[in-house]
């Protein structure tokens, strides 16, 4: 079977990694979701989406505020 891992999840910036890994660490203890360093899988689906999704929410919540000149 082929792998179609399509990249989806590299980082683009690879000097951004560390501080996208805090990031997540963070939103995750923010939103009572126990993620630990390595192995997630007996987290669910919904605990690990919800980590993902705040922080997209706050990522685009942060350029847009870049973009209109209001700053962080």
Do not use: C, H, W
């Amino acid at each position: 079977m082929a792998n179609n891992n399509s990249g989806s999840n590299r980082v683009e910036v690879p000097q951004a990694r560390e501080a996208l890994n805090r990031f997540k660490m963070e939103v995750a203890n923010e939103l009572g979701v126990p993620l630990k360093q390595g192995y997630n899988g007996d987290l669910t689906s919904k605990q690990n989406g919800s980590v993902g999704g705040e922080m997209v929410k706050r990522m685009i919540r942060s350029q847009e505020q870049a973009m209109s000149g209001q700053g962080q």
